[in-house]
């Protein structure tokens, strides 16, 4: 097919470079002229971050095009394009190493649900036949001296024109570039290029680094040794669970009917997140260190929560519907549910979150420890909200059944997304309940948070992961509530209608290390009483602020 054409290395650069920034930059050029001016001048900037665009692409090309090099980096990235190129335009993601890492722990379920036509159709298109057409085309390579001069005066092209670019057209593209952070991250293939450097320094920093121990000195407060019965205090992490759209927290549509009806039920307001994607809410919530202070490479690397409760002598569990802990209960006892074959409860591969409540009660009549019991929901992940919960639980209707979401009407994804809440609420009313019920022979309390929320078509974003700074507060204000038995609160000294005047308080998953810790009374250096939610509305918290 190509037996009589054949090009120059740098002119293939060229090419490439140019299909890269036209074809698999559709969202880039997208969001950029929804950004700039509609007039010449708008135009003429649009333009020149275009060149310069091109000419760094030309430049990082030619620096790799060698004979037995060129072809197979060219391949890679149009076939790695490809695939993020659907995702930024199915879902409107921005790409940075959270996102990667997201990527990278995310479970079998989770890539199912992701997987469609329409990518396979993006993947053979701007993947598979460039790829195939570029392995076909002949490269006149020429020996190595005159190909290194070839490459030096593309590179020192290369850089005049980027630097010619910038300086004429300097005020514009600073004030862009400096107020619209989020176009390196709409850069393919750089954004997700840079992604995988940071990702891959985030792993080899934690690779042979020995366990830092936290909360050693951990033991339980002397209060401890009134209380009459042992103790379970449940915290359910949600998943993709927004609170605008809780009923409980003034959402129009009443999406917990039966947790309103809960009586002892405290739902906090005012509530964020420490991130907008699991891998990074999940250990950060359960960690020491807070949203600002947040290293994940240091998170994975050093004890959280979860170890400082083992070391004060509480027995703690975790149980997980979905893609793990993230790292925070690898030295707890662990079990993940959600490839059970379970008929009741697991259909179509995945398991529905009442598999966390089967055997709850065996569990409890089992007790012999204090105990914590941490259930990690599949709640309200998408894109395929309607697999999340049974169809008896299908309230809203007309719903979205497909996870290409910008194929589906904005109220047929809220109504899909609307029935997974109406689910979690049926969930964790159940478990109160059971809690309720056990209640004269444990102490029993339940507290829920998800992990961070969910965009449902606002700002043309869907689902979550967006960087921090950058994401819509749909994607961080997440729902906190909390149950507690009658003896949980006189044996824990927890005043819960103190509690009910303090739930529209600012408060964050950073709250959580510390809460925990002051709710069980925990005696450690690492507590902070400022940090604790209950503190305020508990008798005698001076016996648990130190060591």
């Given amino acids: 097919m190509f037996k009589s054409i054949s090009v120059r290395p740098e002119a293939l650069a060229f090419l490439a470079s140019f299909l890269l920034l036209s074809i698999y930059n559709l969202p880039l050029w997208q969001h950029l002229f929804s950004i700039i001016p509609a007039d010449a001048g708008g135009l003429g900037m649009g333009a020149a971050f275009g060149v310069m665009v091109l000419a760094v692409f030309n430049l990082a090309l030619a620096l790799v095009s060698?004979?037995?090099?060129?072809?197979?980096?060219?391949?890679?990235?149009?076939?790695?394009?490809?695939?993020?190129?659907?995702?930024?335009?199915q879902y409107g993601v921005l790409i940075d190493a959270n996102m990667l890492r997201n990527v990278v722990e995310t479970d079998v379920n989770e890539v199912r649900d992701l997987l469609s036509f329409k990518l396979a159709l993006f993947i053979l298109v701007l993947g598979v036949l460039p790829s195939w057409l570029l392995w076909k085309l002949p490269v006149r390579h020429q020996p190595l001296r005159r190909e290194l001069l070839g490459k030096l005066v593309l590179a020192v092209a290369s850089v005049a024109v980027l630097g010619a670019v910038a300086l004429a057209n300097y005020?514009?593209?600073?004030?862009?570039?400096?107020?619209?952070?989020?176009?390196?991250?709409?850069?393919?293939?750089?954004?997700?290029?840079?992604?995988?450097?940071?990702?891959?320094?985030?792993?080899?920093a934690v690779a042979g680094e020995p366990l830092q121990q936290i909360g050693t000195d951990a033991r339980?407060?002397?209060?401890?040794?009134?209380?009459?019965?042992?103790?379970?205090?449940?915290?359910?992490?949600?998943e993709s669970a927004r609170a605008d759209n809780f009923g409980i927290l003034g959402y129009g549509r009443d999406t917990t009917p039966l947790l309103k009806g809960q009586p002892g039920v405290t739902a906090f307001s005012n509530v964020r997140s420490c991130g907008t994607e699991t891998a990074v809410s999940v250990p950060c919530m359960f960690s020491n260190m807070g949203r600002h202070d947040y290293d994940a490479a240091r998170a994975r690397s050093q004890e959280g929560l979860l170890d400082v409760l083992k070391h004060a002598g509480i027995a703690v569990t975790w149980l997980d519907n979905q893609s793990g802990c993230k790292g925070t209960c690898d030295r707890i006892t662990q079990d993940n549910l959600s490839h059970r074959k379970d008929a009741t409860f697991c259909t179509g591969g995945e398991c529905h979150d009442e598999i966390l409540l089967n055997g709850l009660q065996t569990y409890i009549d089992q007790l012999k420890d204090d105990s914590v019991l941490v259930l990690h929901q599949m709640g309200s992940h998408g894109p395929d909200y309607a697999k999340r919960y049974p169809k008896r639980f299908e309230k809203f209707t007309p719903v979205c059944t497909s996870n290409a979401l910008n194929q589906c009407s904005e109220q047929s994804i809220v109504n899909a997304y609307d029935n997974t809440l109406v689910y979690t609420d049926y969930v964790l009313s159940n478990l109160i309940n059971l809690l309720r019920k056990n209640q004269d022979k444990v102490d029993t309390a339940m507290l829920y948070i998800a992990d961070h929320g969910e965009s449902l078509g606002e700002y043309n974003l869907f689902l979550h992961g967006t960087?921090?700074?950058?994401?819509?507060?749909?994607q961080k204000h997440v729902p906190l509530l909390t149950w507690f038995s009658d003896g949980y609160r006189k044996d824990f000294a927890l005043d819960t209608s103190c509690l009910g005047k303090e739930r529209d308080k600012p408060l964050s998953q950073d709250n959580l290390f510390h809460s925990m810790l002051g709710l069980l009374q925990v005696q450690t250096g690492e507590y902070k009483e400022g940090l604790d939610l209950f503190a305020p509305c508990r008798a005698g918290r001076a016996t648990v602020t130190g060591a």
């Fill in 66 to 89: 060698f004979r037995w090099v060129f072809k197979p980096v060219l391949i890679f990235l149009f076939l790695a394009s490809s695939g993020v190129a659907y995702f930024m335009s």
């Fill in 171 to 204: 005020q514009g593209l600073a004030s862009l570039l400096r107020n619209h952070h989020e176009l390196r991250l709409l850069v393919v293939p750089s954004n997700y290029l840079n992604a995988s450097f940071g990702y891959l320094k985030e792993q080899l």
């Fill in 220 to 238: 339980k407060a002397p209060a401890w040794q009134t209380h009459q019965r042992k103790s379970l205090t449940v915290l359910v992490i949600g």
């Fill in 467 to 474: 960087p921090y700074l950058l994401a819509p507060d749909q």
